[in-house]
C-alpha cells in the first residue's frame, strides 16, 4: 500500500505570512497533484507535477515535486484569508487510481 | 454545465438500515470514483468504474456494493449501515487515459446511529 503523509497536519497563521506544507511517501509516484477543498465542498484540482525537480507557479503558490518523486511541497507567499482550506497531495501511478495524503487543514487570520 | 452531482446532500441512518447514494455526472467522463473522508485521512478510495457495466474494488470496499449501469450515473449502496460508516462520501469523475483531473461532487454527509 503506497501512503503519503502531510505535515503539518494543521496551520494557523497570520495574513501576509509565509508557509510551506509537504507530502512525503517512501514509494515513488508518477504525477502528483495538489487539491485544494473548502468547507462543504468536494476538493478542486490546484496543480499537477510529472517530473522530478519540477517547479510550478500558480500566483503566491509555488509547488515542487521531489527529484525522487518521493515527495513535493507546497509554499504560499503572503498568504491571504481566502488561501484557508484543506490542502490535499494526492500520487498516481499507471492505473486509474490516486492515493491520497491526510491534508494540512491551513487558517489564515486577518 | 453541472457537473458531478450527489444525492442527498444529508442522510442519517440507524444500524442496520440500508441506503443508496447517487452520483451524476454531464462531463461524458469515462471514470468514477467513490471515496469517504474522515478527519485526518484524507480521502479513501470505496470503489470505482472504468466504463460503463465495469465496477472494481478501492482500498476500502468492505460494506458497500456499486453500479454503473448508465454511463453518467454511479451508485453506491449500504445494505446493512454501520457506525464506522459515518463518514463525509464524495464521488468524482475524469477522463479516461493520461493524468487527469478528479471531479469532485459537494458531498454526501451520513450519519449512522
Known amino acids: 500500500t503506497q501512503l503519503l503523509e502531510q505535515s503539518p497536519q494543521f496551520l494557523s497563521i497570520q495574513e501576509g505570512e509565509n508557509l510551506t506544507v509537504y507530502c512525503n511517501s517512501s514509494?515513488?509516484?508518477?504525477?502528483l497533484q495538489w487539491y485544494r477543498q473548502e468547507p462543504g465542498e468536494g476538493p478542486v484540482l490546484l496543480v499537477t507535477?510529472?517530473?522530478?525537480?519540477e517547479v510550478k507557479k500558480l500566483k503566491r503558490l509555488t509547488f515542487q515535486f521531489g527529484d525522487a518523486r518521493k515527495d513535493s511541497s507546497l509554499h504560499i507567499t503572503a498568504a491571504q484569508p481566502g488561501d484557508t482550506g484543506l490542502y490535499l497531495c494526492?500520487?498516481?501511478?499507471?492505473?486509474?487510481?490516486?492515493?491520497f495524503g491526510g491534508g494540512t487543514r491551513l487558517m489564515v487570520k486577518p | 454545465n453541472a457537473g458531478v452531482t450527489q444525492t442527498p446532500k444529508f442522510r442519517v441512518l440507524k444500524t442496520g438500515q440500508s441506503m443508496t447514494l447517487l452520483c451524476a455526472q454531464d462531463?461524458?467522463?469515462?471514470?468514477m470514483y467513490w471515496y469517504r473522508q474522515d478527519p485526518g485521512m484524507g480521502l479513501r478510495l470505496i470503489h470505482y468504474?472504468?466504463?460503463?457495466?465495469?465496477?472494481a474494488k478501492g482500498e476500502v470496499p468492505d460494506g458497500y456494493n456499486v453500479s454503473r449501469l448508465k454511463k453518467q450515473n454511479f451508485l453506491l449502496g449500504l445494505e446493512s449501515a454501520a457506525p464506522s460508516q459515518t463518514s463525509v462520501y464524495f464521488c468524482?469523475?475524469?477522463?479516461?487515459?493520461?493524468?487527469?483531473?478528479?471531479?469532485f461532487g459537494p458531498g454526501t454527509r451520513l450519519t449512522v446511529t
Open positions: 468524482a469523475s475524469r477522463r479516461s487515459g493520461g493524468i487527469y483531473e478528479q471531479y
Open positions: 514509494s515513488v509516484f508518477s504525477s
Open positions: 507535477v510529472v517530473t522530478g525537480g
Open positions: 494526492a500520487g498516481g501511478n499507471a492505473g486509474n487510481m490516486l492515493t
Open positions: 462531463m461524458n467522463h469515462e471514470y
Open positions: 468504474s472504468v466504463g460503463e457495466g465495469t465496477t
